[in-house]
């Protein structure tokens, strides 16, 4: 009981510093404590670091408010230094059009999003307002 008063009154000065400390990211911080080490400084660090931060604006309030908190003793390691690494490019390309054969993939190029093709699209179209053209693509479709 202790311990999780401490770790209460950190999520509190969390929230007092602007962090959104959500009732559910402090539930995932107590629950991420309790599987790892609760007595470890870097374990608790870890845990609040991944589960109440919601986003890259908090770390240096997480930071500032961890150390502030917490402070550091003279046999506790140094903090770890965690870089966020950048979200990943992402490349569309139409359905229709990819180039290759089906299944092919470049298993080093860049993750790649493909959009509806026009058929998919018709698939969920009520065919009494398809326009014209629409209607022309719906008959070549059924006649294949």
């Given at each position: 009981?202790?311990?999780?008063?401490?770790?209460?009154?950190?999520?509190?000065?969390?929230?007092?510093?602007?962090?959104?400390?959500?009732?559910?990211?402090?539930?995932?911080?107590?629950?991420?404590?309790?599987?790892?080490?609760?007595?470890?400084?870097?374990?608790?660090?870890?845990?609040?670091?991944?589960?109440?931060?919601?986003?890259?604006?908090?770390?240096?309030?997480?930071?500032?408010?961890?150390?502030?908190?917490?402070?550091?003793?003279?046999?506790?390691?140094?903090?770890?230094?965690?870089?966020?690494?950048?979200?990943?490019?992402?490349?569309?390309?139409?359905?229709?059009?990819?180039?290759?054969?089906?299944?092919?993939?470049?298993p080093l190029g860049p993750p790649t999003a493909a959009l509806a093709s026009s058929t998919e699209v018709l698939r969920h179209r009520d065919i009494a307002a398809l326009d014209a053209v629409e209607r022309a693509?719906?008959?070549?479709?059924?006649?294949?």
């Amino acid at each position: 009981a202790g311990a999780d008063a401490v770790l209460l009154g950190f999520v509190r000065a969390l929230r007092a510093a602007g962090i959104d400390a959500s009732a559910e990211r402090m539930y995932a911080f107590l629950r991420a404590v309790a599987v790892l080490r609760p007595g470890m400084r870097a374990d608790v660090y870890a845990a609040g670091r991944a589960t109440l931060c919601g986003g890259p604006d908090d770390l240096e309030r997480y930071e500032r408010v961890f150390a502030a908190y917490f402070g550091a003793t003279a046999g506790s390691p140094p903090l770890p230094t965690v870089r966020t690494p950048p979200p990943p490019r992402l490349h569309t390309r139409d359905a229709d059009g990819g180039g290759g054969t089906p299944g092919e993939r470049d298993p080093l190029g860049p993750p790649t999003a493909a959009l509806a093709s026009s058929t998919e699209v018709l698939r969920h179209r009520d065919i009494a307002a398809l326009d014209a053209v629409e209607r022309a693509q719906l008959h070549r479709l059924l006649a294949a």
